[in-house]
């Protein structure tokens, strides 16, 4: 798996997403800050996060968040939107 960012100069990185970036699911309201990396509920690829959101009650989806380290934070609304992708392998 990588981090890398999936934009540079705020363009697209080449290829679309990067299913295979490291992501993590947390709560929506953790806070963040210096122990973040501490506060992740569940760890792998961004597909498989994205996955784990997507088998959620939509309620409880709404209370979550994946962080793509290396990039950065999806809301429900965004991985919900990344699901219904053509190009989704989910």
Known sequence: MSD???TYN???AEGGVAW???AEIHRK????GLLDAAKGLHDGSFLEMVRLMMA???EKRRAHVIQKLGDR???AGE???IAARGD???
């Open 10 to 12: 705020a363009e697209a």
């Open 79 to 81: 991985v919900e939107a």
């Open 4 to 6: 890398h960012p999936t």
């Open 56 to 58: 959620m009650e939509p």
């Open 20 to 22: 295979d970036d490291r």
């Open 73 to 75: 934070m999806y809301d």
């Open 29 to 32: 309201d953790d806070g963040q």
């Open 88 to 90: 989704y392998p989910g």
